[in-house]
Protein backbone atom coordinates (compact mmCIF):
# COMPACT_ATOMS: atom_id res chain seq x y z
CA UNK A 1 0.00 0.00 0.00
CA UNK A 2 1.05 3.56 -0.70
CA UNK A 3 0.08 6.50 0.84
CA UNK A 4 1.53 10.57 0.32
CA UNK A 5 0.82 13.23 3.35
CA UNK A 6 0.45 16.02 1.20
CA UNK A 7 0.94 19.53 3.56
CA UNK A 8 -0.02 22.75 2.71
CA UNK A 9 0.92 26.83 3.41
CA UNK A 10 2.66 27.34 6.64
CA UNK A 11 2.75 23.93 8.23
CA UNK A 12 6.48 24.17 7.77
CA UNK A 13 6.08 26.41 10.48
CA UNK A 14 4.75 24.43 12.73
CA UNK A 15 6.37 24.12 16.49
CA UNK A 16 7.31 28.15 15.70
CA UNK A 17 3.29 28.66 15.56
CA UNK A 18 0.73 29.48 17.79
CA UNK A 19 1.46 26.69 19.79
CA UNK A 20 -2.37 26.70 21.38
CA UNK A 21 -4.11 25.85 18.03
CA UNK A 22 -0.98 23.91 16.22
CA UNK A 23 0.62 21.89 19.03
CA UNK A 24 4.36 21.98 19.55
CA UNK A 25 5.67 19.91 16.85
CA UNK A 26 7.47 20.37 14.09
CA UNK A 27 6.20 18.74 10.91
CA UNK A 28 9.63 16.95 10.86
CA UNK A 29 8.59 15.29 13.78
CA UNK A 30 5.01 14.12 13.01
CA UNK A 31 6.50 13.10 9.56
CA UNK A 32 8.85 10.80 11.67
CA UNK A 33 5.92 9.64 13.80
CA UNK A 34 3.66 8.54 10.70
CA UNK A 35 6.84 6.82 9.16
CA UNK A 36 7.24 5.09 12.62
CA UNK A 37 3.45 3.76 12.20
CA UNK A 38 3.56 3.31 8.28
CA UNK A 39 6.61 0.81 8.96
CA UNK A 40 4.71 -1.36 11.84
CA UNK A 41 1.48 -1.86 8.96
CA UNK A 42 4.26 -2.41 6.09
CA UNK A 43 3.03 0.94 4.00
CA UNK A 44 4.98 2.65 1.80
CA UNK A 45 4.67 6.30 2.57
CA UNK A 46 5.90 9.76 1.35
CA UNK A 47 5.46 13.25 2.16
CA UNK A 48 4.95 16.19 0.34
CA UNK A 49 4.77 19.82 1.51
CA UNK A 50 4.60 22.87 -0.47
CA UNK A 51 3.37 26.89 0.11
CA UNK A 52 2.43 26.71 -3.56
CA UNK A 53 -1.11 25.92 -4.35
CA UNK A 54 0.51 24.73 -8.25
CA UNK A 55 2.12 22.11 -6.58
CA UNK A 56 -0.06 20.64 -4.64
CA UNK A 57 -1.93 20.15 -7.64
CA UNK A 58 0.82 18.65 -9.34
CA UNK A 59 1.89 16.03 -6.88
CA UNK A 60 -2.16 15.15 -6.93
CA UNK A 61 -2.22 14.53 -10.14
CA UNK A 62 0.99 13.06 -10.53
CA UNK A 63 0.45 10.60 -6.95
CA UNK A 64 -0.22 6.96 -8.28
CA UNK A 65 -1.22 5.26 -4.98
CA UNK A 66 -3.56 4.19 -2.49
CA UNK A 67 -4.25 6.91 -0.54
CA UNK A 68 -3.80 10.41 0.01
CA UNK A 69 -3.35 12.20 3.46
CA UNK A 70 -4.09 16.38 2.79
CA UNK A 71 -3.66 18.99 5.22
CA UNK A 72 -4.07 22.10 2.66
CA UNK A 73 -3.95 24.72 4.94
CA UNK A 74 -5.47 27.63 3.81
CA UNK A 75 -6.12 26.42 0.73
CA UNK A 76 -8.36 24.20 2.40
CA UNK A 77 -11.42 27.42 2.73
CA UNK A 78 -11.35 28.51 -1.32
CA UNK A 79 -8.69 26.15 -3.37
CA UNK A 80 -11.22 24.90 -5.72
CA UNK A 81 -8.34 23.35 -8.04
CA UNK A 82 -6.95 21.72 -5.50
CA UNK A 83 -10.50 20.17 -4.82
CA UNK A 84 -11.03 19.40 -8.19
CA UNK A 85 -7.62 17.66 -8.61
CA UNK A 86 -8.85 15.62 -5.35
CA UNK A 87 -12.10 14.50 -7.01
CA UNK A 88 -10.11 12.79 -9.77
CA UNK A 89 -8.31 10.58 -7.84
CA UNK A 90 -9.73 6.98 -7.14
CA UNK A 91 -7.97 6.49 -3.57
CA UNK A 92 -8.78 6.73 -0.16
CA UNK A 93 -8.74 10.48 0.30
CA UNK A 94 -8.53 11.82 4.19
CA UNK A 95 -8.49 15.21 5.19
CA UNK A 96 -6.35 16.65 8.01
CA UNK A 97 -6.31 19.93 10.34
CA UNK A 98 -4.49 20.08 13.56
CA UNK A 99 -7.16 22.55 15.28
CA UNK A 100 -10.58 21.96 15.41
CA UNK A 101 -11.44 24.32 12.11
CA UNK A 102 -15.36 24.55 13.18
CA UNK A 103 -14.16 26.08 16.67
CA UNK A 104 -11.98 28.82 15.56
CA UNK A 105 -12.41 31.86 12.74
CA UNK A 106 -15.93 31.46 10.61
CA UNK A 107 -14.55 31.21 7.29
CA UNK A 108 -12.36 28.22 8.97
CA UNK A 109 -15.14 26.61 9.17
CA UNK A 110 -15.97 26.25 5.66
CA UNK A 111 -13.73 23.31 3.87
CA UNK A 112 -13.92 23.22 -0.13
CA UNK A 113 -12.18 19.72 0.01
CA UNK A 114 -14.24 17.73 2.36
CA UNK A 115 -16.91 16.75 0.30
CA UNK A 116 -14.55 14.99 -2.26
CA UNK A 117 -13.22 13.06 0.51
CA UNK A 118 -13.40 10.21 2.32
CA UNK A 119 -13.21 11.77 5.57
CA UNK A 120 -12.03 14.53 7.59
CA UNK A 121 -10.39 14.23 10.86
CA UNK A 122 -10.24 18.18 12.80
CA UNK A 123 -8.82 18.99 15.69
CA UNK A 124 -6.94 16.40 17.60
CA UNK A 125 -3.34 18.01 17.28
CA UNK A 126 -0.66 15.67 15.30
CA UNK A 127 -2.91 12.49 16.25
CA UNK A 128 -4.77 13.48 13.40
CA UNK A 129 -2.59 12.50 11.24
CA UNK A 130 -2.21 9.18 13.17
CA UNK A 131 -5.96 8.95 12.97
CA UNK A 132 -6.14 8.81 9.00
CA UNK A 133 -3.26 6.65 8.63
CA UNK A 134 -5.25 4.17 11.14
CA UNK A 135 -8.57 4.58 9.14
CA UNK A 136 -6.03 4.05 5.67
CA UNK A 137 -4.64 1.01 7.39
CA UNK A 138 -7.77 -0.61 8.42
CA UNK A 139 -9.37 0.09 4.62
CA UNK A 140 -6.56 -1.45 2.54
CA UNK A 141 -7.72 -2.69 -0.41
CA UNK A 142 -10.27 0.21 -0.38
CA UNK A 143 -9.96 2.68 -3.12
CA UNK A 144 -13.39 4.12 -2.63
CA UNK A 145 -14.10 7.25 -1.73
Not at 123 to 145: C, P, Q, V, W
Amino acid sequence: MKVIVINGPNLNKLGERNASHYGTKTLDEINELLKTEAKKEKINIEFFFSNIEGEIITAIQNFDGDAIIINAGGYTHYSIAIRDALESKNCIKVEVHLSNILAREEFRSQSVLSSVCSGTITGFGYESYLLALDYISRHKGNTKK
